[in-house]
T-cell receptor, first 118, second 117 residues
Framework: GAVVSQHPSWVICKSGTSVKIECRSL??????MFWYRQFPKQSLMLMAT?????????EQGVEKDKFLINHASLTLSTLTVTSAHPEDSSFYIC??????????????FGPGTRLTVL | AQKVTQAQTEISVVEKEDVTLDCVYE???????LFWYKQPPSGELVFLIR??????QNEISGRYSWNFQKSTSSFNFTITASQVVDSAVYFC??????????????FGQGTILTVHP
């Protein structure tokens, strides 16, 4: 199956700093990527839909100025958590859809990035 | 609005027991996809199955089987002869096949399965 990578796999930062998380589709071009957040022992919640070449679409309640998303190429989407605070500590997971696989519509998930804000 | 409910928060079984994880969903769409994912302690989601809303055939894959019933909006997952390696969090998810919600997954709350030796 297709592979999606995330970098870094974990990051610890001080409160007030910004953190960038990368999501890459390694063997296919993804026009659409999704960013999810998962708090400990909770479910995954969709944060935003990242579209190549256009602005991201954010879900209700997600601050677009705090979670900046850039989908600069067909294989890379980045999520920047600006001025991170302890409550932003979470597991961030991206997924990518392979448009080349007509009819399957399968999303491929990255391994996730664990963010800890001190 | 879409909703996925996994009523069982935690299940604990002894190895070799069969276990069924329940999933009930709500959607107004006539075309949608249902998924099951496994999340081991490492955190990475492992895709298990995708089912189209028009395909109500049950499916078996090794020790795994799925029962899809549109009449009750349920998509239950059974593990036969459970093993310790099956211990993980299992998520049921729903995706609309079109419209503005295309591609967006709505996840259930997850069921923590612990299989004891």
């Amino acid at each position: 199956g297709a592979v999606v990578s995330q970098h870094p796999s974990w990051v610890i930062c001080k409160s007030g700093t910004s953190v960038k998380i990368e999501c890459r589709s390694l063997d296919f071009q993804a026009t659409t990527m999704f960013w999810y957040r998962q708090f400990p022992k909770q479910s995954l919640m969709l944060m935003a839909t990242s579209n190549e070449g256009s602005k991201a679409t954010y879900e209700q309640g997600v601050e677009k100025d705090k979670f900046l998303i850039n989908h600069a190429s067909l294989t890379l989407s980045t999520l920047t958590v600006t001025s991170a605070h302890p409550e932003d500590s979470s597991f961030y997971i991206c997924s990518a859809r392979d448009p080349g696989q007509v009819g399957t519509d399968t999303q491929y998930f990255g391994p996730g990035t664990r963010l800890t804000v001190l | 609005a879409q909703k996925v409910t996994q009523a069982q928060t935690e299940i604990s079984v002894v190895e070799k027991e069969d276990v069924t994880l329940d999933c009930v969903y709500e959607t107004r769409d006539t075309t949608y996809y249902l998924f099951w994912y496994k999340q081991p302690p490492s955190g990475e989601l492992v895709f298990l199955i995708r089912r189209n809303s028009f395909d109500e055939q049950n499916e078996i894959s090794g020790r795994y089987s799925w029962n899809f019933q549109k009449s009750t909006s349920s998509f239950n997952f059974t593990i036969t002869a459970s093993q310790v390696v099956d211990s993980a969090v299992y998520f049921c998810a729903l995706e609309n096949a079109g419209g503005t919600s295309y591609g967006k997954l709505t996840f259930g709350q997850g069921t923590i399965l612990t299989v004891h030796p």
